[in-house]
C-alpha cells in the first residue's frame, strides 16, 4: 500500500470517529442549555434577555382620598398591593376623631381649617400608619374620569336602606356605574360611618373591575384628575400605579369590603380598638415603628 492510500485511509477511520463524538458533545450541550432555560423560566429569572415582571416588596402604594360631596367630604384610605394581590379601601366619616397637638378634632375639621396634608398627618398619627400620599377631588370629577369604567355589583347586606329587604339564600345587591355612586348615596339616605362604609366598598368594587379589565385605568384616571385635584401623587407614583395594577392583572386580586368598627359620640365618630386593628392589618406595610422599639435601637446604634 502506497504512503498516500495509507494516509487517507488512516484520516478517514479517525474521522469516522471523532465527528460522532463531537455530534454527541454538541447534543449534549444543546440538551444541557436547555434544561437550565426551563429551570431558570420556573424559577421567574430573565432567559435570553427578556426579564418577566415579578411583584417586589416595593410594587404597593397607599394614600388618603379625600371625595368631597354636596354633603360632606368622604376620606377614603386606599391601598393597592401586588405582593398580597390586594385592593384595600377603608372609608371614615368627616366626623371621624383624631388626635392633634390640641387635644382632639376631626378629619372634616382639619382638612377645612389646614388642608388634606394636614389631615392626613394626623389621622396618620391616630392609628400609627404612614400615610404617604393624599389627594382631594370632587365626586363628579372622579366619576367623569371613571365613565368608561365598566358597571360592578355591590353587597347592600348590613345597611338599613329603604326598599331593600334580604331574600333567602340571595343578598341584596345593586348593580351601577361610576356616576351614580353619590347620588345613591343621598338617595339611600346613608349616615355617618354607613355613608362612608359605602362608599368605600362601592370604591373597591370600582377598582378591582379597572384591574381586571384594563391594568392603566386607575391611573389614567387619576392623569383626567390631576388638574381639577389637589395631591402629593406625581406623573412617578402615576407610573407606578400602572406597575402595581398591571401586575395585579395578571393573578386574581381581591376586595374584601370592610365596615370601620367605632360610635358616633355626639357629633364625632369614635374609633375603637377593633378598627384600628383592622387598619393596622390592611395596611401592616405602612405601620410606624412602635416608640420604644424606636429608642432601643436608637440607643443600641450610638453604643
Known amino acids: ?25 454538541v447534543l449534549m450541550q444543546g440538551k444541557r442549555m436547555k434544561e437550565q432555560q426551563e429551570q431558570q423560566v420556573e424559577a421567574g429569572t430573565a432567559v435570553q434577555g427578556v426579564p418577566i415582571a415579578l411583584a417586589t416588596p416595593d410594587d404597593h402604594i397607599a394614600c388618603l382620598a379625600v371625595v368631597e360631596t354636596e354633603q360632606e367630604p368622604i376620606f377614603l384610605l386606599i391601598g393597592l398591593d401586588a405582593v398580597q394581590d390586594r385592593v384595600a379601601v377603608l372609608g371614615f366619616p368627616s366626623q371621624t376623631v383624631i388626635l392633634s397637638p390640641q387635644g382632639s378634632s376631626t378629619l372634616g375639621e382639619e382638612c377645612v381649617q389646614a388642608g388634606p396634608g394636614r389631615a392626613a398627618q394626623l389621622l396618620s398619627d391616630t392609628l400609627q400608619l404612614e400615610i404617604p400620599y393624599y389627594l382631594l377631588v370632587d365626586a363628579n370629577t372622579l366619576a367623569s374620569a371613571a365613565t368608561d369604567w365598566q358597571a360592578v355589583t355591590v353587597n347592600l347586606s348590613g345597611y338599613n336602606i329603604d326598599g331593600v329587604s334580604a331574600q333567602v339564600g340571595k343578598a341584596p345587591v345593586c348593580m351601577l356605574v361610576a356616576e351614580q355612586a353619590v347620588s345613591l348615596l343621598d338617595e339611600w339616605k346613608l349616615q355617618n360611618a354607613a355613608r362612608s362604609d359605602m362608599m368605600a366598598n362601592m370604591m373597591g368594587e370600582f377598582l378591582l373591575s379597572a384591574i381586571l379589565n384594563q391594568p392603566t385605568a386607575v391611573a389614567d384616571a387619576l392623569r383626567d384628575c390631576s388638574s381639577k385635584m389637589l395631591t402629593t401623587l406625581t406623573s412617578q407614583e402615576f407610573l407606578k400605579i400602572d406597575r402595581i395594577c398591571g401586575l395585579m392583572n395578571k393573578t386574581e386580586p381581591e376586595f374584601l369590603p370592610q365596615r370601620l368598627a367605632g360610635s358616633m359620640n355626639g357629633t364625632r365618630f369614635e374609633l375603637n380598638e377593633e378598627s ?6 390592611l395596611f401592616e406595610k405602612y405601620k410606624q415603628a412602635d416608640t420604644d422599639e424606636a429608642e432601643m435601637t436608637t440607643q443600641s446604634g450610638q453604643e
Open 1 to 25: 500500500m502506497s504512503r498516500v492510500r495509507a494516509f487517507w485511509l488512516s484520516f478517514l477511520l479517525s474521522a469516522g470517529i471523532v465527528i460522532p463524538l463531537l455530534g454527541c458533545v
Open 276 to 281: 384600628v386593628a383592622l387598619v393596622q392589618e
